[in-house]
C-alpha cells in the first residue's frame, strides 16, 4: 500500500540543505491522488450549478421576476357626487398612501413601522393577519392620506437594507362636505368588511376595496366605484423605478348628479344645526327630493379612511343616534300632520261632508275612555275646514270613529304609508299603518275600536317616516298622484306614482282647510307664512308617550313631544312639498319656520333663475322668519370641502 | 544559465487558457457595471491584466533558486509591510487591507504576502533534514505562517488568510506527515475551533451562521447569497446573455463584477457557459499540476503545488459561495473578478510556475 503521509521509499538519499533536491518523483503518487481531489471538487462544484440551473432553474427564474417586476395597483378615483345643478358636493383630493408588500415582510419590522407612521401596532397586526389567505404578491394598503411627516419617514426607510417592504402609492380620497353637511344621504364609503363580503351584495369585491357603506355611496356604488388598474414596473435593488412593462390603467367612476339642490339643501342644514330631527323636500311632480337633512349628524371624513375602533363606539353610544337618517329612518307618530289624508278619507269614503260639524268642548268619550282636544277650552262648532285649520283633535276623533280603522289604512296605504317608499337609499324603514289584519298578523288580537280614536289624530301604533309624510302630503297636493321619490337626478324618469282615483273636490276641500292653516288667523301653522305666497300645511305634535310602540325605547329619557310641521307651494301648482320633524320640539309650530324657510330660498332661487315667470306671483320676499337668530350668511359652497392647493397630505398634518 | 530561456519555452497552453478566462472575466465586468457608478472596470482591469503579464515575464526570469535564497528577507518585509498596513493604510468597508502607492492606486498587501508564503513553504519543505515532519518542524513552519496569517486576520480579512492555510497543508503533506502527527492535529484543531469561534468578529459569526440557513437572514447575509442563487438559478442552461441578466443588472446581485462575478457570469451564460469557464479553470490547474511533475527539483514541485492548491482553494470558495455551498468569505475568483492586486498576484503565480517550467531543461 502506498503511504500518504511518508517517504519510506527514498529515505536513503537526503541531501540535506539543498534547494536542487531533484527526487521530485517521491510525490507522484501523491499528487495523483491530489488530481483526484481536483477532480471531486470541480464535480461538486458543476453539481451546485447543476442543481439551481437545470433542475430548479424554473423557480429561481420566477424568484428573478419577482424581484425585478413589481405590480403596483392604480386606484381608480371614485366618481364625484353632483347636485342638480351640477355643482359639486363629494369630490376627491389626492393623497399617498403607503402599501405594505409581504413578499419581503419581516415582522420585527411591523413595531418600527407602525411606530413611524403613527399606527397602533396590534391593528397593524390584526390587518395583515386578515390579509393572511390573499396571495403575497398583492400589496394591501396600510395607511391613508399621509402626513407630510409620514411621507419623510416612508422615503427616508423604504431602501433596500431598512424597510423595503414598504411601498408608496397614489390615492384619490374621498372629500366629504364639512359640517356633516348631508351626511345621511351622501353616506360614506369604507374598506369592505369581512362579514360584508359574506353577502350577496358585496361578494364580487375583493378584501381591501374601498366600498360605500352608506347613502348615496351604497346605494350607487357601481356607479361610483370604477375599476382599478395595474402598473407593473421593473425596479432595482433599490426600489428605484427602471422601465415601464405593463399598465392597464385605472377606469375611473362615473359622476353622479343628484336631485339634491345645494341651495335648498344648505338653507335645511343650517334650520337644522343645534336641532335633533330631520328635514325633507320633495318635488312632488316628478318625486325628486330636493334636501333632506337628519340631524344630529356624524362626520363622514372621519369614515373616509379607516376609523379608529375607539371613535367607532363614541358615535354607537351616542344616545342621540347621530348615524340613524331620520329622514327615511325614524318611524314616529305623524300627529296632527295626519289630519289632511284623515280629512280626504273621510270625504273619499262618504263618511262626512265638508259641512259635517261637530261641537268640541276640549274632549270627548269614545268607548268609555275619554279622549282630550289639545285646546283645553275647545274650538266651539267645527266643520272640515276648521277642523284642519285649527287642528281639532275632537273632529278627527269623531270622523275617524265613524270611518273604521280599515278605512283609514286603506288611504294611508293608498298615499304610501306604511311600506317603504322606494327611495334610492339603503336601509329605508316602513312605518306602521294599523288595521284589523294588521292587528291579527302581529298581535293575533281582534283590533278594538277605541284603538281607531288615537290613530285618527296620528297617535296610536301609526308610525311614519318623515319621507313617507311628504310623499302622502306631496300626492295629496298634486291631485292624488304619489310619485316615489328618489335622489338619481333623471330627466328621462318616467312617471312612477300610484294614482290613487280620488275625486279632485274632495282634494281641493283638505287644501283648503291646509292653506287656512297657514294663512289666516286662528291656523295652527302662521308661523308658516310667506307674504306673496300661497304655502299650505299642517302642523302636528306627536307625543311618544302614547305611542306603544316607541314607549320602550325612549323610556328613561325626558320625553317631550316631537314637533311635525308639513307644507307645500304653491296652493294651486305645488312645485315643492317639506317636511320638518323637531324632535322634542313641543309643538308642529315650532317647526313650521324651517319648513318656510326651505320653501322660501325655492321660490327665492327660483325668482332668481327665472324672474319672468314668478314676478307676478311673487312680489317681494321678506327675511327667513326661522325665528332664531340668524346665522351668519353662508353659501351652500361653505360647506363643500375644498380640495387643498398643495399635496393633500401636506396640509393634514395636525393629529 | 541563460541559454535555455526562450520565449517559446513558456507554457502557452497555461498562458492561453489563464488569458482566455481573463478575457471572460473583462467581458463579464463590463456586462455588470456598464451602468453603474463602476462602468470603468473593465478597462482598468485590462490595464492590471497588461501589468500581470509584465510581472509574470520579469519573475519568470529570476531564477526561482534565487527567489528562494531570498526568501526570509521577503518574509520579513512582508511582516513589516502587513504591520505597516494598520499604521498607514486606507480604511474600506470597515477594514484596513490597502496601502497607498501613488498616483490613486492602492495594494492589498496580504494578496502579495500569498507568493511569499508559497515560497517560504517551498523552501522550508525543501530543506527538511529528514523525510517526514516532527513536532519541531511543524511548530516551526506553523509558526512562520501563522503569524502573517493573523495580521491579515486582524485587518480584518478572514478570507485571504485562510488561503495561506492550504498552501501550507499541501507543503506539509506531499513532504510527509506520520499519520500520528496528522490524528492529534485534527483533535486538536476539533478542539481549537469552539475557542476560535469567540475571537471571530461579529459579521464573521454572521457569515458562517447565514452559510447554514440563509433564509434566516434574507436582508442581510443571507440576501446576497439568496440573491446570487436567483441569479444563478434564473440563468438556466443557455443563459439570458450579455447585458441581459437582470439580477445582475438591477443590482441584486451584490458587488457582481468582484466577488459575485461568476453568479452575475451563471446568469448571464448560463449553465453551458459555466461549465466551460469551470472546465478552463481546471485545464489551468492541471496545467499547473503537469508543471509540477516535470519540475526539475523538489523546490519547483512545491512551487507548482503551492501555486495550484492557492488557486483551487480560491475557486473553491469563490464558486462554491455562489451557488450557496460555501459561506460568504469576500475571496475573489482568480483571472475573472476585478481587482489590482488579486490580478497582478495571480499573473506573478504563473510567473512562478514558467519559472519552474524554463528551469527544468537543465536537468
Not at chain 1, 390615492?171 to 356633516?180: E, H, M, T, V, W
Not at chain 2, 475573472?336 to 517550467?357: D, K, P, Q, T
Amino acid at each position: 500500500m502506498f503511504n500518504l503521509f511518508s517517504n519510506k521509499h527514498n529515505a536513503e538519499d537526503l541531501p540535506a540543505s539543498s534547494l536542487l533536491r531533484g527526487d521530485t518523483k517521491f510525490a507522484a503518487g501523491k499528487i495523483a491522488i491530489y488530481q483526484y481531489v481536483a477532480v471531486g471538487i470541480f464535480l461538486f462544484l458543476v453539481s451546485g450549478f447543476w442543481n439551481l440551473q437545470v433542475q430548479n432553474s424554473e423557480g429561481y427564474s420566477e424568484a428573478a421576476e419577482r424581484n425585478r417586476i413589481k405590480s403596483l395597483p392604480l386606484l381608480a378615483p371614485r366618481g364625484k357626487i353632483l347636485d342638480r345643478d351640477g355643482r359639486v358636493i363629494v369630490d376627491n383630493h389626492s393623497t399617498f398612501s403607503l402599501i405594505l408588500s409581504r413578499e419581503n415582510l419581516k415582522p420585527e419590522h411591523l413595531q418600527a413601522i407602525a411606530d413611524g407612521l403613527h399606527l397602533n401596532y396590534d391593528d397593524l397586526v390584526v390587518r395583515l393577519r386578515r390579509f393572511a389567505n390573499r396571495p403575497a404578491y398583492a400589496p394591501i394598503i396600510i395607511k391613508e392620506e399621509l402626513t407630510a411627516g409620514e411621507l419623510a419617514f416612508v422615503e427616508s426607510h423604504r431602501d433596500p437594507e431598512t424597510f423595503p417592504e414598504m411601498e408608496l402609492i397614489h390615492a384619490q380620497r374621498r372629500l366629504y362636505p364639512k359640517d356633516s353637511f348631508a351626511a345621511h344621504l351622501i353616506g360614506y364609503v369604507g374598506e369592505v368588511s369581512e362579514n360584508e363580503l359574506n353577502t350577496a351584495e358585496f361578494v364580487k369585491y375583493d378584501q381591501g376595496d374601498v366600498v360605500g357603506k352608506q347613502g348615496i355611496e351604497r346605494q350607487y356604488n357601481d356607479i361610483l366605484m370604477g375599476v382599478d388598474g395595474q402598473r407593473q414596473v421593473v425596479v432595482d435593488n433599490h426600489g428605484k423605478e427602471r422601465n415601464l412593462i405593463g399598465i392597464k390603467e385605472a377606469v375611473p367612476g362615473k359622476s353622479l348628479k343628484l336631485t339634491i339642490d345645494l341651495d335648498l339643501q344648505a338653507v335645511a342644514e343650517l334650520a337644522m344645526e343645534g336641532r335633533r330631527g330631520a328635514v325633507v323636500a320633495l318635488d312632488p311632480r316628478t318625486g325628486e327630493v330636493l334636501a333632506m337633512v337628519s340631524r344630529p349628524a356624524y362626520d363622514p371624513n372621519r369614515f373616509a379612511g379607516r376609523i379608529r375602533t375607539a371613535d367607532w363606539q363614541e358615535i354607537l353610544k351616542n344616545p342621540d343616534k347621530p348615524m340613524l337618517d331620520r329622514v327615511i329612518q325614524a318611524q314616529l307618530a305623524p300627529g296632527s300632520t295626519f289630519k289632511p289624508l284623515m280629512a280626504l278619507a273621510a270625504l273619499e269614503t262618504g263618511t262626512v261632508d265638508e259641512n259635517f260639524t261637530v261641537r268640541c268642548n276640549g274632549g270627548a268619550s269614545f268607548y268609555g275612555r275619554y279622549f282630550r282636544c289639545w285646546q283645553k277650552g275647545g274650538h266651539g262648532t267645527v266643520n272640515l275646514r276648521k277642523a284642519i285649520m285649527q287642528s281639532c283633535d275632537v273632529y278627527f276623533y269623531t270622523v275617524g270613529n265613524k270611518m273604521g280603522i280599515d278605512n283609514i289604512a286603506k288611504f294611508a296605504e293608498m298615499a304610501g304609508l306604511g311600506e317603504k317608499t322606494g327611495i334610492d337609499l339603503p336601509h329605508e324603514a316602513e312605518g306602521v299603518v294599523p288595521s284589523t289584519k294588521w292587528k291579527i298578523r302581529n298581535f293575533r288580537q281582534k283590533w278594538y275600536a277605541g284603538e281607531t280614536i288615537s290613530v285618527s289624530i296620528g297617535q296610536g301604533a301609526l308610525t311614519v317616516t318623515p319621507l313617507q309624510l311628504a310623499r302622502a302630503i306631496g300626492g295629496i297636493a298634486t291631485g292624488g298622484v304619489w310619485q316615489r321619490p328618489h335622489l338619481l337626478l333623471d330627466p328621462s324618469h318616467g312617471d312612477s306614482g300610484n294614482r290613487g282615483a280620488v275625486n279632485l273636490d274632495n282634494i281641493v276641500k283638505v287644501i283648503d282647510g291646509m292653506y287656512a292653516v297657514v294663512n289666516e288667523g286662528g291656523g295652527t301653522g302662521m308661523r308658516a307664512r310667506i307674504p306673496g305666497l300661497d304655502v299650505c300645511g299642517k302642523t302636528g305634535t306627536a307625543q311618544l308617550a302614547s305611542n306603544d310602540l316607541l314607549k320602550g325605547t325612549a323610556a328613561g329619557r325626558v320625553m317631550k313631544d316631537n314637533a311635525w310641521f308639513v307644507g307645500f307651494a304653491p296652493r294651486q301648482t305645488p312645485e315643492i312639498v317639506v317636511v320638518a320633524l323637531f324632535e322634542g320640539g313641543e309643538h308642529g309650530n315650532l317647526a313650521a319656520p324651517i319648513v318656510a324657510d326651505v320653501i322660501k330660498s325655492y321660490f327665492d332661487k327660483r325668482l332668481r333663475t327665472s324672474p319672468q315667470q314668478l314676478l307676478t306671483q311673487l312680489p317681494m320676499f321678506g327675511p327667513l322668519n326661522t325665528g332664531r337668530t340668524p346665522a351668519p350668511p353662508r353659501t351652500p359652497e361653505a360647506f363643500i370641502t375644498k380640495i387643498p392647493m398643495a399635496a393633500g397630505a401636506q396640509s393634514q398634518e395636525e393629529e | 544559465m541563460t541559454g535555455y530561456r526562450s520565449i517559446r519555452d513558456l507554457d502557452w497552453p497555461l498562458l492561453l487558457v489563464a488569458l482566455s478566462i481573463s478575457a471572460l472575466g473583462v467581458l463579464q465586468i463590463y456586462s455588470a457595471t456598464h451602468e453603474t457608478i463602476w462602468k470603468d472596470a473593465w478597462w482598468k482591469q485590462i490595464i492590471w491584466i497588461a501589468a500581470g503579464l509584465l510581472l509574470m515575464w520579469v519573475v519568470t526570469n529570476i531564477d526561482y533558486h534565487t527567489l528562494l535564497g531570498q526568501v526570509y528577507l521577503m518574509y520579513g518585509l512582508s511582516i513589516v509591510t502587513l504591520i505597516a498596513v494598520f499604521l498607514i493604510g486606507t480604511k474600506v468597508f470597515g477594514s484596513r487591507r490597502w496601502i497607498p502607492v501613488g498616483g490613486g492606486f492602492r495594494l492589498q498587501v496580504s494578496e502579495f504576502v500569498k507568493l511569499v508564503i508559497i515560497l517560504l513553504v517551498a523552501r522550508f519543505m525543501t530543506e527538511l533534514k529528514r523525510d517526514d515532519l516532527d513536532w519541531r518542524d511543524l511548530l516551526k513552519i506553523g509558526g512562520l505562517v501563522g503569524l502573517p496569517m493573523l495580521l491579515v486576520m486582524k485587518q480584518p480579512d478572514l478570507g485571504t488568510a485562510l488561503t495561506y492555510l492550504p498552501v501550507l497543508a499541501v507543503g506539509i503533506l506531499l513532504a510527509g506527515l506520520r499519520w500520528q502527527y496528522l490524528a492529534v492535529l485534527g483533535v486538536v484543531l476539533a478542539l481549537t475551533l469552539p475557542v476560535g469561534w469567540h475571537f471571530l468578529q461579529d459579521y464573521q459569526k454572521a457569515r458562517l451562521t447565514t452559510f447554514i440557513d440563509p433564509a434566516k437572514d434574507p436582508r442581510g447575509q443571507g440576501y446576497q447569497v439568496i440573491q446570487s442563487k436567483i441569479a444563478v438559478g434564473a440563468g438556466g442552461m443557455w443563459g439570458k446573455g450579455v447585458t441581459r441578466g437582470t439580477q445582475t443588472q438591477l443590482q441584486f446581485l451584490p458587488v457582481p463584477h468582484t466577488d459575485f462575478i461568476f453568479s452575475a457570469f451563471s446568469e448571464e451564460h448560463g449553465f453551458v457557459g459555466v461549465v466551460v469557464v469551470l472546465g478552463l479553470y481546471f485545464l489551468l490547474l492541471m496545467q499547473i499540476v503537469q508543471n509540477a511533475q516535470t519540475a526539475p527539483d523538489r523546490a519547483g514541485m512545491y512551487i507548482c503545488m503551492g501555486v495550484c492548491t492557492l488557486l483551487l482553494f480560491h475557486v473553491l470558495v469563490n464558486v462554491g459561495m455562489v451557488v450557496g455551498r460555501m459561506p460568504v468569505t469576500g475571496i475573489p475568483l482568480p483571472l475573472m473578478s476585478a481587482g489590482g492586486s488579486h490580478i497582478l498576484s495571480v499573473f506573478l503565480m504563473l510567473g512562478l510556475v514558467n519559472n519552474v517550467r524554463l528551469r527544468r531543461f537543465v536537468n
